[in-house]
């Protein structure tokens, strides 16, 4: 299923910063980097079971906020994308030359 | 069953792949060109030169994920693979087996379905072009697929099994000719050649050969079978010689019917080969990308396995069947059922 992840991490602080910087690696190990805080993670649903404990524990939950929306497996109807930032399409051809 | 995840191709000769996290890293002039998390990936094919750093492999072969090296004109050259899974028991039973009666047993069961498949394209074509086909040739040569599907059946010995084999293959590479209704011009075919292909037909039966090869041989790791000793083709060093046994039977249904329906839909352009003066031939870039992504296309296609009667993407075939042949050496199958296309 297709997990669309978003975040906002409060950066006044250098353990905040810190932890922006964290929360943006683990959503890069699961998923595209679509938007500078807008992640979309194509994962079972173990996947998004370990990626949540990873970022719940990693934020700081008085400051900070997180927000998952789920797309499930037909997430292509429910996705448009206009303008710069080209993304791609983990279940497509996926072809470097 | 499990799903069937993508796989990542490069044919970009400068690229080098790298780790990053969880991430596989394609980097070309140290700019980073592709980033995808690792259990997104069931294999990843490397044609030409690229180059993987170890960490990369470590993270591969951590995740069950196959790298596999192939030359640009798509020879298969090797793989990385982690520690194989399943039990020495297994691959136990299975060099016992190699060497004792069930190897004839096994060995016809491929020939079996190798014929019958190639039959059902004949059949096929006859079917849906009855108006365009020179017929007679091609009905006859069903005749005779049917026969050799009854005498492999009789055989006693692997030699037996692999005279038919051989029989049958010609007789139908010799009316393949027949069911290519466009441009007949350009793609003629005169049986099968290979190393090197002859005609941009064979060229490209050869190259996706390989990549179906390589789906194969990562199915019979994955449930822990040694690709190396196989039934029907003998020992040789080097020779993953239970990889090709597999493969027959997914011959004609994977990769026969998709070179005829490319062709016969025109999607095929007869300049993108390169004609050599040893009379090779060989497939352009262009034309590489396009049998890739068609490939992958009908590997997410969705089938009904006759046997497992359950609704699998095409593409998870090798690993079904492989999954049946181990379960009929370890003792769980009184015969193994090859893959018949109705």
Redesign the interface.
């Known amino acids: 299923m297709m997990v669309l992840i978003t975040y906002d991490v409060e950066t006044a602080t250098a353990a905040g910063k810190r932890r922006l910087r964290q929360v943006a690696k683990h959503c890069l190990n699961y998923g595209q980097r679509v938007q500078n805080s807008v992640f979309e993670c194509l994962v079972d649903p173990v996947q998004f079971k370990q990626l949540k404990a990873t970022l719940e524990k990693t934020i700081d939950p008085s400051k900070d906020s997180l927000r998952y929306y789920m797309l499930g497996s037909n997430w292509k109807n429910r996705v448009e994308h206009v303008g710069a930032k080209e993304t791609y399409d983990p279940e497509g051809l996926l072809f470097i030359e | 069953m499990r799903?069937l995840l993508?796989?990542?191709?490069?044919?970009?000769p400068d690229?080098y792949l790298a780790r990053d996290?969880?991430?596989v890293v394609?980097r070309?002039e140290d700019q980073i060109?592709?980033?995808?998390?690792i259990?997104?990936?069931e294999s990843i094919i490397m044609f030409g030169y690229a180059g993987a750093s170890p960490s990369f492999m470590h993270l591969c072969m951590e995740r069950g994920v196959s790298v596999s090296f192939l030359q640009e004109n798509g020879k298969y050259l090797g793989s990385v693979v982690g520690n194989v899974k399943g039990n020495v028991l297994l691959r136990r039973r299975q060099y016992r087996m190699a060497d004792g009666p069930e190897a004839v047993t096994l060995a016809s069961r491929f020939v079996f379905a190798k014929i019958a498949n190639s039959r059902t394209v004949l059949r096929r074509a006859l079917r849906d072009h009855e108006e365009s086909i020179m017929s007679e040739n091609v009905v006859r040569s069903s005749d005779f697929l049917k026969r050799y599907m009854r005498r492999v059946l009789a055989s006693a010995t692997l030699d037996d099994v692999r005279g038919v084999e051989g029989d049958a293959a010609r007789r139908y590479f010799s009316s393949f000719n027949e069911l290519i209704l466009t441009d007949k011009e350009h793609f003629c075919m005169r049986g099968r050649n290979r190393r090197p292909p002859l005609d941009r037909v064979n060229a490209m039966l050869s190259f996706l050969y390989a990549l179906l090869r390589t789906d194969v041989q990562s199915a019979l790791e994955t449930v822990g079978l040694d690709p190396a000793v196989g039934f029907l083709h003998r020992d040789r060093p080097g020779r993953q010689s239970l990889a090709l046994d597999l493969m027959e039977e997914l011959r004609g249904y994977m990769v026969d019917r998709l070179v005829l329906s490319l062709i016969n839909r025109k999607q095929i352009n007869p300049k993108d080969f390169l004609f050599k003066e040893n009379g090779a031939v060989l497939l352009k870039?262009d034309l590489k990308?396009e049998l890739?992504?068609s490939w992958?296309?009908r590997k997410?296609e969705e089938i009904r396995h006759p046997f497992l009667k359950e609704k699998i993407a095409l593409g998870l075939l090798p690993y079904a069947q492989a999954l049946l042949l181990a379960r009929y050496i370890r003792g769980d199958l009184d015969d193994y059922p090859p893959f018949l296309w109705k």
Not at chain 2, 33 to 37: L, T, Y
């Open positions: 799903k993508n796989t990542l191709y490069i044919t970009a690229s996290g969880e991430n394609v070309k060109a592709f980033r995808i998390p259990h997104n990936l870039p990308k890739i992504a992958q296309k997410h």
